[in-house]
């Protein structure tokens, strides 16, 4: 009787408190919300345990792949080596770091010697002063020496050096940012891989989807011995399944409306998919675990916290923007075309997956040249500044070719992060947050 009696009278536990930002993190590794993505998992964990080729993460910022390697790589106990490359790295400053990090190179101590002499001298009478004497002088000497510590080591730390006192280690040397090193670091790294690999010194190469085969174009000896695991998105049941765990936790539900706005909206980015759910639900002053369950309906509450987020970006973005507009503000007023506009309309309009095959200089003017009003281009062949029809697509086509160069070369001069690539005049998106940026920025 006193068992049934607790069980009618005994409270319910109460709800678990957390903070909003501490559910749906937007830095560092989510610990509520991570998404167990079992291909990638499976992938990477089938990959080290063979040690079978350089492992290559590829996928725009924020997709996913510091987390998985810190989930999938930090606890194999590999003797883990992190390089982070840019522009002005050097396959000799990356074989120092190595060398330095695992202790593999002895010290070579140098001796300075420094002689210092430091004389006293003192004397002393012998025999009588009226009659005669002779002085006796005693001189003191002192020497120091001064050791000094200088280079690392005496040999050259190469690839043989490092084969040779790496093997059998269990190192994995990680390259954040590798497509940012430049042809001659690349050049020099895809000679020596094979050497690494032969000796089961594993590398894990780190950049976006535009740079996915460049070791490969210049030693075709790594032909089959790369491994892509691709980071760019989740799939709908897991931007449902990050949700889910974030909404639960906070005591919240959002209608199926909402969610879909959320998968068009975020990219189906890992980092997005956690601010716009933080903003959301922010914005409706929950900052932590509502003690009564809270439904949100309304879609247009997703729109709303985009953005949000965009004029939270500016701070980011709006001088790269600024560097690809100044063609814009250089054009005269008259003129038919503003090429730079129209690259950054594209931005906007063509998919992240076609920017991430990248968009020919064609594609765009073909595009520009479509959305083009019929009276606009009428007026321009009447006044003269255009013969034909075709003049004015060939001028639309070599505008924007000279125009995605150019803004290549000024966000290289002046941005501070890379957001595109050109190649061949083909266009690279190479951040994906910037996409973002443009699709929610006000004009």
Known sequence: MKEMFKKFTKKDSPIRELSTSAVFKISGVPEFTFVERSRISKEIDDHLDTKDGVLLFL????????VFRKKHIANKDFNIVTYRGNNSSTISGLYTQIAAQLNVAQPTEYQLSKKASQSSSSEGQIGNKNVGHVKDTLVDTTENNIAVVSELSSVDIDVNFLCNKLSDSNVMVIIEDYHLVDKEFNKLLSEDLKHF??????FLLIGIPSSPSRALRNNPDLSGRMKHISFDYLSREE???LIYKGTGLLNIKFEEDVIEAIIASSLKNPYLVQYICRVLIQS??????SQENIVFHDPKDVYLACKSIAS???????????????????QKNDKAFNQYEEVLKAIKHFNIEEWEKGVSASTISSWAWTNMEPEKIEIYIDNGTYKTEKTFKESIRSSVKVAIDKINDNLANNATKQIIYVNDGTLYLTD???????????Q
């Open 59 to 66: 996928g725009y910022s924020k997709s996913g792949k510091t």
């Open 197 to 202: 690999l032969d000796e089961e010194i594993l």
């Open 432 to 442: 994906l947050i910037f996409k973002f940026y443009i699709n929610w920025k006000e």
């Open 312 to 330: 939270i970006l500016d701070n980011d973005y709006s001088s790269i923007y600024s560097v690809i507009e100044s063609g814009t503000r250089a």
């Open 239 to 241: 931007v449902k399944e």
């Open 284 to 289: 409706k002053g929950i900052d932590k675990t």
